[in-house]
């Protein structure tokens, strides 16, 4: 990882980057979808659980770099037990983060604030985003009646 990277930021991602939370494989997933980000080779799987609009329990296989398998394991961590609603506006608060905009929220974002560093190597914000977009997607898929993924049930 870039040693450009504050000392903190960069603790708490490599600490993500060994341990990822939340690596696991869910048995018969609400939502299943796959994300890949050629520039990078990343490559992840997230599925989630859900139960009156409340994610329930979230998994995030991720095959990629660090900032990457950071983000994810950042995301599993963090919207366990949220609502459809707050984890879009998590999406929404982590995507501005990482592009160096304004935050305009007072959420607690607690580790997250890790992947403001990220902002400094544009080609790394894609690593960072892949989970967030890859969850998002299928929250609006399975939001509008439709699977991404037909989930075998097997
Ligand atoms: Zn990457």
């Known amino acids: 990882m870039d040693s450009n990277l504050n000392d903190l930021y960069r603790d708490i991602l490599m600490d993500h980057y ?13 939502l299943e979808n796959q ?10 799987t997230v599925q989630a659980r859900i139960n009156n609009s409340v994610i329930e ?3 995030v296989s991720c095959v990629g770099c660090a900032i990457c398998t950071a983000s994810s394991s950042m995301l599993a961590d963090i919207i366990k037990g949220k609502t459809l609603d707050e984890v879009k506006e998590i999406a929404r608060v982590v ?8 935050v305009d929220s007072d959420m607690d974002l607690g580790d997250l604030e890790a992947l403001e560093g990220v902002k400094k190597f544009p080609v790394r914000i894609k690593c960072a985003l ?3 977009t890859t969850l998002i997607d ?11 993924r037909v989930v075998s049930t097997e």
């Not at 060994?18 to 609400?30: A, H, I, Q």
């Open 18 to 30: 060994k341990y990822p939370r939340g690596k696991k494989t869910l048995d018969n997933p609400d």
């Open 35 to 44: 994300g890949q980000n050629p520039l990078c080779g990343d490559s992840l």
């Open 57 to 59: 329990d979230i998994g």
């Open 95 to 102: 995507k501005h983060l990482l592009k160096g905009d304004k």
């Open 130 to 132: 892949l989970s967030w």
């Open 138 to 148: 299928s929250i609006e898929s399975w939001e509008s009646g439709r699977k991404l």
